[in-house]
């Protein structure tokens, strides 16, 4: 059960584009559309962005997206904004029916 | 509206046991099957434990597999964590969530676990 991978930090101007990356294994990630985005700021509970690779929840912003490719999930961040700077976190089920988390990713605004 | 309320967070000596709760209001409960997910001081969301929506079935990590019990009153609309043989490394907030088919919606607003001498 070890924690999905994701890079520590990631950076951007207001407007632009970043992309997370999460990547995992044949047992998780690659093994099944089940994958889940959550975005947590400081002293909050986690609110789910993305989930089943690349569908939105009502009332999430159209500027996040993902997507897969093989062990590999994405999120996707357009029109970067100072309000998405938080905390992002993966999630996928597993092939042992438990889920596993990223080891999550510090968005900054520039 | 949605809400989970969690409870019976606390300050406990290695070796002890603690009892959390979880609230549930403003969704159909006894439908979603329920997990525990823990996050240490400034680190990640780790996932605990779930049970299945009517509690026949239970799944937990292996770093509390054995310590921890997950179970559900969906009389009461309630989720809960016995938690035994804490450890320091048990230290965390912990959320409850809801998982209405693969993802975690509902969260809670979690409760403190302190483990220390």
């Known amino acids: 059960q070890s924690a999905l991978t994701q890079p520590a930090s990631v950076s951007g101007s207001p407007g632009q584009s970043i992309t997370i990356s999460c990547t995992g294994t044949?047992?998780?990630?690659?093994?099944?559309?089940?994958v889940s985005w959550y975005q947590q700021h400081p002293g909050k509970a986690p609110k789910l962005m993305i989930y089943?690779?690349?569908n939105r929840p009502s009332g999430v912003s159209i500027r996040f997206s993902g997507s897969k490719s093989g062990n590999t999930a994405s999120l996707i961040i357009s029109g970067l904004q100072a309000e998405d700077e938080a905390d992002y976190y993966c999630?996928?089920?597993?092939?042992?029916?438990?889920?596993?988390f990223g080891t999550g990713t510090k968005v900054t605004v520039l | 509206e949605v809400q989970l309320v969690e409870s019976g967070g606390g300050l406990v000596q290695p070796g002890g046991s603690l009892r959390l709760s979880c609230a549930a209001s403003g969704f159909s409960f006894s439908n979603y099957w329920m997990h525990w997910v823990r996050q240490a001081p400034g680190e990640g969301l780790v996932w605990v434990a779930r049970?299945?929506?009517?509690?026949?079935?239970?799944n937990y990590a292996d770093s509390v597999n054995g310590r921890f019990i997950i179970s559900r009153d969906n009389a009461k609309n309630t989720l809960y964590l016995q938690m035994n043989s804490l450890t320091v490394e048990d230290t965390a907030l912990y959320y409850c969530a809801g998982v209405p088919v693969t993802w975690f919606d509902p969260w809670g607003q979690g409760t403190l676990v302190t483990v220390s001498s």
């Open positions: 999630s996928s089920f597993t092939s042992s029916h438990t889920y596993v």
């Open positions: 049970i299945t929506h009517d509690g026949s079935g239970a």
């Open positions: 044949s047992s998780d990630i690659g093994g099944y559309n089940y």
């Open positions: 089943d690779v690349s």
